[in-house]
């Protein structure tokens, strides 16, 4: 596992000194279903996009904190990544999409029954956003809204 001190010291002087918001805990949405009844999603941070779709915008100030929806039918291989921090490898999810998204595990899942489905949607964001406010209070409520229209169960998160 990574440490602090691996990091770059431009790196390891940010994340000291980066001032983090403090959440109060509830707890979160309970499965009320066997798992092998559920429809599931992915949420991911890897800001993937499709070719047809806006990249992520690095140079926005405090984080782009939009999404992408990526279709559960999207090919795993067409999409592009727009994460470039030099403090993140990307060759891992560049060889193997699944690592980040695993759509081809859910569906493997679906049709073993271990999953009741796939949901029609699936949910790519930016990772690192310093400044999550409008994250929280504008697209994240927005992509729950989603996930409750298409009848998601359970969200498998891979924060990347």
Same mark, same amino acid.
């Given at each position: 596992?990574?440490?602090?001190?691996?990091?770059?010291?431009?790196?390891?002087? #940010?994340?000291?000194? #980066?001032? #983090?918001?403090?959440?109060?805990?509830?707890?979160?949405?309970?499965?009320?279903?066997?798992?092998?009844?559920? *429809?599931?999603?992915?949420?991911?941070?890897?800001?993937?996009?499709?070719?047809?779709?806006?990249?992520?915008?690095?140079?926005?100030?405090?984080?782009? #904190?939009?999404?992408? &929806?990526?279709?559960?039918?999207?090919?795993?291989?067409?999409?592009?990544?727009?994460?470039?921090?030099?403090?993140?490898?990307?060759?891992?999810?560049?060889?193997?999409?699944?690592?980040?998204?695993?759509?081809? *595990?859910? *569906?493997?899942? %679906?049709?073993?029954?271990?999953?009741?489905?796939?949901?029609?949607?699936?949910?790519?964001?930016?990772?690192?956003?310093?400044?999550?406010? *409008?994250?929280?209070?504008?697209?994240?409520?927005?992509?729950? %809204?989603?996930?409750?229209?298409?009848?998601?169960? %359970? &969200?498998?998160?891979?924060?990347?």
């Amino acid at each position: 596992m990574a440490k602090l001190s691996d990091l770059k010291m431009t790196y390891w002087l #940010y994340m000291k000194a #980066y001032r #983090y918001r403090s959440a109060e805990w509830r707890p979160g949405a309970e499965l009320r279903k066997p798992l092998s009844g559920a *429809r599931v999603a992915v949420i991911t941070t890897a800001a993937f996009y499709l070719p047809d779709q806006p990249a992520f915008d690095e140079t926005f100030r405090g984080g782009d #904190y939009s999404y992408r &929806v990526i279709p559960a039918d999207a090919g795993l291989k067409s999409l592009r990544i727009a994460h470039k921090s030099d403090a993140f490898d990307a060759s891992g999810i560049e060889s193997d999409r699944n690592l980040a998204l695993p759509l081809d *595990r859910l *569906r493997e899942m %679906a049709a073993e029954g271990v999953i009741g489905a796939v949901a029609p949607r699936h949910f790519s964001f930016m990772g690192s956003i310093p400044s999550p406010g *409008r994250l929280v209070a504008e697209t994240a409520p927005e992509a729950a %809204a989603m996930l409750r229209e298409d009848g998601v169960d %359970a &969200v498998l998160l891979t924060p990347v």
